[in-house]
């Protein structure tokens, strides 16, 4: 068993996001995060613009930006975003909570 520095305590949601539930389109599981590098790969092999540490609600969490200039020409933009500034974005929980969230939606879906 992998341990993460955290205790889950109750049941782990599924992924509710738009691409999850598609399950051809891109979910959050994803995108590789090499955490020590402060950068996110998505699918199609673009690499992060942006890593910005911020706090939301007292929350502390990172947004990871891509440059609209990978997103204008990638064939897997509707797969990926709808967003009509052609980036995308993800916000990820703290290493350790996002590490725990994964392994344990993994098992759970399998």
Known sequence: MTTYGIA???PVLLDTSRQAKA???FAATDFTIDWEAKKATCPAGHTSATWNPVVSEGI????VT???LDRI???FKPQCTTAKKNRRQRSLHPR???EALRHTRTRHST
């Open 8 to 10: 889950l305590i109750t």
């Open 23 to 25: 399950q051809a389109d």
């Open 60 to 63: 502390p969490k990172t947004v």
């Open 66 to 68: 891509f440059a609209a």
């Open 73 to 75: 020409p990638c064939p």
């Open 96 to 98: 350790q909570t996002t």
